[in-house]
């Protein structure tokens, strides 16, 4: 048997063989973790620096590319009344699909939490059910069912004695009912991570609220609520990321995929990410289009994106400290 | 308010007690639930109708019987004759990609939870910060790269680049670091294990309610993804089925039954799946929300 005490020397041998045993396997580690990193920096990485460079030059894609500065960026700016329309659309569609969708689900996690709801997982799953369809389906059902002459909604509609409404054939009316696609789709799925959220707050904090006498407002203003900001912030900067990439529901409901004109009647249904698609891949041979030209429309995406995520944590951070 | 008398309930939490409230929440709750269920019902009626009889006043609502017609007009509907080969590729892209998310994501996320490897953090947020940024942004260079690859008109663009994802590995990882402890792993080392073959046969059965979880949400994203296919296949042979699916809305004169039935085809499969496993598909989808 071997002996239990060791010399020094014997102790730092000992520490020595665990250090190189465990160098040896850490070379495992690196090859376990090695493909993210390589399949990252070709398909993710690359990608983006590449459109960078892309993005100050004149390319339709097959002739050489010519170095313009920033001219496609200075056109962008100031000539291109169709891409700021996208723009404007895109911004919209963002607002006016998120706040009710983040507000419904909020209302609906806060009573399903409550306590004494029974069913509550059937509820939960009813309201998740739309965001697993596919969008390009989802889109095709909701264009039958916004139908100007015999769709249901107009139908159901002519109950409360309103007038036909022209859903997708109006410029006023498209930004509504992509709107209102939108949130039938997405509002479940953030009400699923209001939910969580709401799950994870220890009910300790409620019940030592309770013992020092705070009623269900102070409860919900000083305790849910601060709990509650990260996963909201979660919720709005996914959902400004998400928004600015708006493509699926707005093609299948404002214009088909084979469209010269995107967008429906005065490109009121055109987001920003269909006019990038359609710049770059589709009016290759125009003037104004190519590849680099589109190139500088992510970037000015990507910017947006950025910046309404910083200014919302900023306005965020804010009220956190005047509280 | 009088109705709405506080109480408390065995854990602690408040109620409105008042049975007028009470009504009140399931009445509203009911009214979300109907208005996220309807239109899913609202498909499979008018799947089973002829355009002329869809076109009308009142509008179906209960099931018809053209549903054989419908099927066999989306079989040989005009420049698309092969419905039933998008929704193969669609399977089979869907499959090969979630299989590959799966092996990469778990031995990744294995990697970063059980070694502890000389910039492992640094690699790890970096990980979590590629998650922040926008993909599709990057939609022209990246096409640019599948060309020089010559992987247009291929489902390489769609199987190879998301195997790795940061997501997955995020959600591997948490899980692993919970459910897996180190002893599991000496006592394999100790056994003269090498360290692929305790990945393999050790800590992958044992993950599997992790890996249920991502291989439905995984799945189920490919399955329903419409932009990058659209713009990587031209032949309609390699059609996915949301590509086809937009394909045959933009011919004209499609019966809107047969298009409904086509979206049923997409859709009833995945709602299937959710129906019968949404408490991991929800739990996979809350990773990353909620510390």
Same mark, same amino acid.
């Given at each position: 048997m071997a002996t239990t005490t060791f010399t020094v020397a014997e102790q730092k041998a000992q520490d020595r063989r665990t250090r190189r045993k465990e160098a040896k396997r850490n070379v495992w580690a690196y090859v376990f973790v090695a493909p993210f990193f390589f399949l990252y920096s070709i398909f993710g990485l690359f990608p983006l620096v590449y459109g960078v460079w892309l993005s100050f030059h004149q390319w339709d894609g097959i002739s050489p590319m010519k170095w313009v500065g920033?001219?496609?960026?200075?056109?962008?700016?100031?000539?291109?009344?169709?891409?700021?329309?996208?723009?404007?659309?895109?911004?919209?569609?963002f607002v006016g699909a998120t706040i009710p969708q983040l507000l419904i689900a909020l209302i609906l996690a806060f009573i399903i939490n409550s306590g004494y709801i029974r069913f509550k997982d059937f509820f939960r799953a009813a309201y998740f059910m739309p965001f697993v369809a596919s969008a390009v389906a989802v889109g095709i059902l909701f264009s039958s069912l916004f139908g100007l002459q015999y769709g249901m909604f107009n139908f159901f &509609?002519?109950?409360?004695?309103?007038?036909?409404?022209?859903?997708?054939?109006?410029? &006023?009316?498209?930004?509504?009912?992509?709107?209102?696609?939108?949130?039938?789709?997405?509002?479940?799925?953030?009400?699923?991570?209001?939910?969580?959220? &709401?799950?994870?707050i220890n009910p300790e904090l409620y019940e030592a609220a309770r013992v020092d006498g705070a009623d269900t407002n102070d409860v919900f203003w000083k305790i849910t609520m601060p709990l509650m900001r990260p996963v909201i912030l979660f919720q709005v900067v996914t959902s400004i990321i998400g928004a600015m990439q708006n493509f699926?529901?707005?093609v299948m409901l404002a214009g088909g995929?084979?469209?010269?004109?995107?967008?429906?009647?005065d490109h009121a249904g055109l987001t920003a990410m269909m006019q990038l698609y359609w710049s770059a891949f589709k009016y290759n041979t125009g003037s104004k289009s190519g590849f680099g030209y589109a190139s500088a429309m992510s970037f000015i995406l990507f910017f947006m994106i950025v910046t309404f995520s910083y200014l919302y944590n900023r306005a965020n951070g804010r009220n956190l400290t005047e509280d | 308010m009088a109705t709405t008398t506080m109480t408390r309930n065995r854990r602690g939490r408040d109620r409105f007690a008042g049975p007028v409230v009470m009504g009140f929440l399931y009445v509203f709750l009911t009214i979300f639930a109907l208005a996220s269920a309807f239109p899913f019902y609202y498909m499979?009626?008018? +799947?089973?109708?002829?355009?002329?009889?869809?076109?009308r006043i009142p509008p179906p609502i209960w099931f018809g019987s053209a549903l054989m017609q419908n099927y066999n007009q989306l079989l040989e509907q005009g420049s698309l004759p092969y419905f039933w080969t998008s929704v193969y590729n669609s399977v089979a892209i869907a499959s090969?990609?979630?299989?590959?998310?799966?092996?990469?994501?778990?031995?990744?996320?294995?990697?970063? +939870?059980?070694?502890?490897?000389p910039g492992r953090d640094g690699m790890f947020t970096f990980l979590l910060?590629?998650?922040?940024?926008?993909?599709?942004?990057?939609?022209?260079?990246?096409?640019?790269?599948?060309?020089?690859?010559h992987w247009i008109e291929t489902w390489y663009p769609l199987i190879v680049p998301g195997m790795a994802n940061a997501f997955g590995i995020f959600w591997m990882r948490q899980y692993i670091e919970s459910a897996i402890p180190n002893e599991m792993?000496? =006592? =394999?080392?100790?056994?003269?294990?090498?360290?692929?073959?305790?990945?393999?046969?050790?800590?992958?059965?044992?993950?599997?309610?992790?890996?249920?979880?991502?291989?439905?949400?995984?799945?189920?994203?490919?399955?329903?993804e419409f932009q990058f296919p659209l713009l990587i296949l031209k032949d309609q042979m390699t059609y996915t089925l949301p590509v086809a699916l937009s394909t045959l809305r933009s011919l004209r004169g499609t019966e809107i039954g047969v298009q409904i039935l086509g979206s049923s085809i997409a859709i009833v499969p995945i709602l299937t799946v959710f129906v019968s496993a949404s408490r991991q598909f929800m739990s996979g989808l809350t990773a990353g929300a909620v510390k």
């Open positions: 920033f001219l496609n960026y200075i056109k962008l700016f100031t000539v291109d009344d169709v891409w700021w329309q996208a723009i404007y659309n895109t911004v919209w569609l &509609l002519s109950f409360f004695g309103i007038d036909k409404i022209d859903w997708l054939g109006s410029a &006023l009316w498209l930004k509504p009912s992509i709107v209102l696609v939108t949130v039938w789709q997405w509002t479940g799925y953030s009400m699923i991570i209001f939910l969580a959220g &709401l799950q994870s699926d529901i707005p995929t084979q469209s010269s004109a995107p967008g429906g009647t | 499979l009626v008018t +799947a089973t109708y002829r355009t002329v009889d869809i076109l090969v990609h979630t299989v590959a998310v799966l092996f990469f994501c778990s031995l990744a996320g294995y990697g970063f +939870a059980k070694f502890r490897f910060a590629t998650l922040m940024v926008p993909g599709a942004l990057g939609l022209i260079p990246s096409f640019i790269v599948m060309r020089a690859l792993m000496d =006592a =394999a080392r100790i056994d003269g294990a090498k360290e692929f073959r305790i990945f393999w046969a050790i800590i992958l059965p044992v993950i599997a309610p992790a890996l249920g979880a991502l291989a439905i949400l995984t799945f189920m994203g490919k399955w329903n």
